[in-house]
């Protein structure tokens, strides 16, 4: 089954799974940067080897295009 972003109460959200927590701290970096490069910060939730993200506009409290902009940021920080 592929893991794909799921609107869950007005956010994005989606949980990726890596081989270790250095691997997970790694990832979480990337996403980082990206996400201050955009301006733009998610909730990110950290449990050992998995991280789950939520992406929502706070000032609007919703889901915004920008929102999808770093979901597809986020997903090539795998590539």
Do not use: C, R
């Not at 799921?6 to 940067?33: C, M, P, R, S, W």
């Not at 955009?38 to 920008?66: F, R, S």
């Not at 979901?71 to 795998?78: G, M, P, S």
């Amino acid at each position: 089954m592929e893991n794909k972003w799921v609107q869950k109460k007005d956010k994005l959200v989606k949980t990726f799974q890596f081989k270790d927590f250095k691997e997970a701290l790694i990832f979480i970096n990337k996403v980082g940067e990206k996400a201050e490069s955009l301006n733009h910060h998610p909730k990110i939730v950290n449990t050992y080897n998995n991280v789950k993200i939520e992406l929502w506009t706070h000032d609007q409290n919703a889901i915004t295009e920008l929102d999808f902009k770093l979901a597809d940021e986020i997903d090539l920080q795998l590539e």
